[in-house]
C-alpha cells in the first residue's frame, strides 16, 4: 500500500547555503495513522511540519502527500498552533468559517452555502465542547475554549490531514490533558490522518499510533516507536507502568539526540 505521506531523503535548511535544519529524513505514514514528531528543541520539528504542508520545500530529496509530489501548499492539510490565533473582532463563529472563506474551491461557493457551513461549524462546536458558543468573541473565551475553537477552524474544511504543532503547550496540565482526549476523540471519529510534533512524550504515547524521535540538528529519524496500547485509551492509562515504560524509552532517545 502507498504510503498518505513519504519523505525519500529530504534535506532542508534555511537560506540558499545556510547550515542543515533536517538531513536524510526518510518517513513513511499511512492514512488514517495518528503520528507524532518529539526531539529536543532545534531539532527540525517544525521544520518537518512546513515541509509536509509545501509551506517549505526541500534542498534535496521528495515528498509525497497522498501520492502527489510537494511543490505547492497542500489544501487538504488543516493546521493549528500553540497559539490559537483567533481574530478577536470575530465572533468564534466567524473564525471557523475563515478557511472556507479564503480557500478554494469553498470561497467560490460560501455565499451559497453559508447556511450548510454553519450548521458543519455548530456540529464541531458541539463535538469539542463549544455548543453555543459560536456567538461570543475570542476574549471571552478560556484559553482552552480558544484551543477548541481553533481545532474547530481547522477541520471547517475536512482535511484528509491536520498537522498539530505544540497546540498544548500554553495551557495547564489539566486542560491539556482534556484537550488529549478531544483530539482522540476527534481522530476516532473522523479518520482523518494527524501528525503531532510535540515536546511532551506523555501527550505524543497517549494520542499517537507511532512516534518519531528526532536528533539535535541536523533533524534526523533516530528513532521510530510503535505505540501498541490498546485504544480507546483513557486518561487512566498514564499511570500505568506500561506507559511509563514507553515514555522512558522515548526519554532515553532525547537525552541521547541533545549528547
Given at each position: 500500500?502507498?504510503?498518505?505521506?513519504?519523505?525519500?531523503?529530504?534535506?532542508?535548511?534555511?537560506?540558499?547555503?545556510?547550515?542543515?535544519?533536517?538531513?536524510?529524513?526518510?518517513?513513511?505514514?499511512?492514512?488514517?495513522?495518528?503520528?507524532?514528531?518529539?526531539?529536543?528543541?532545534?531539532?527540525?520539528?517544525?521544520?518537518?511540519?512546513?515541509?509536509?504542508?509545501?509551506?517549505?520545500?526541500?534542498?534535496?530529496?521528495?515528498?509525497?502527500?497522498?501520492?502527489?509530489?510537494?511543490?505547492?501548499?497542500?489544501?487538504?492539510?488543516?493546521?493549528?498552533?500553540?497559539?490559537?490565533?483567533?481574530?478577536?473582532?470575530?465572533?468564534?463563529?466567524?473564525?471557523?468559517?475563515?478557511?472556507?472563506?479564503?480557500?478554494?474551491?469553498?470561497?467560490q461557493q460560501f455565499r451559497a452555502k453559508k447556511q450548510e457551513y454553519r450548521e458543519r461549524a455548530e456540529a464541531l462546536l458541539a463535538r469539542v465542547g463549544l455548543e453555543g458558543a459560536g456567538e461570543k468573541h475570542p476574549w471571552e473565551l478560556s484559553g482552552g475554549m480558544q484551543m477548541r475553537a481553533a481545532l474547530c477552524r481547522a477541520l471547517i474544511h475536512q482535511p484528509k490531514l491536520l498537522m498539530l504543532d505544540e497546540p498544548f503547550g500554553a495551557l495547564d496540565a489539566f486542560t491539556r490533558e482534556e484537550l488529549w482526549c478531544v483530539i482522540r476523540d476527534l481522530h476516532a471519529e473522523t479518520g482523518v490522518t494527524v501528525i503531532l510534533v510535540t515536546h511532551d512524550l506523555r501527550e505524543a504515547v497517549f494520542l499517537a499510533d507511532r512516534v518519531f524521535a528526532m536528533s539535535a540538528r541536523p533533524g534526523r529519524i533516530l528513532a521510530e516507536r510503535r505505540i501498541e496500547l490498546e485504544r480507546p485509551r483513557d486518561l487512566e492509562l498514564t499511570y500505568t507502568a506500561e506507559f511509563q515504560s514507553l515514555v522512558h524509552e522515548l526519554r532515553e532517545h532525547i537525552v541521547t539526540a541533545r549528547k
Open positions: 500500500m502507498q504510503p498518505f505521506i513519504e519523505f525519500d531523503g529530504v534535506d532542508h535548511g534555511y537560506g540558499a547555503e545556510g547550515p542543515l535544519a533536517v538531513q536524510d529524513l526518510h518517513v513513511s505514514i499511512g492514512e488514517g495513522e495518528f503520528a507524532a514528531v518529539v526531539g529536543p528543541s532545534g531539532c527540525g520539528k517544525s521544520t518537518f511540519m512546513k515541509l509536509t504542508t509545501g509551506l517549505q520545500f526541500p534542498r534535496a530529496g521528495t515528498i509525497t502527500v497522498a501520492g502527489e509530489r510537494v511543490t505547492k501548499p497542500v489544501r487538504m492539510a488543516g493546521m493549528a498552533f500553540q497559539a490559537p490565533n483567533l481574530l478577536p473582532w470575530r465572533t468564534t463563529m466567524e473564525n471557523i468559517l475563515l478557511p472556507l472563506e479564503i480557500v478554494p474551491p469553498h470561497r
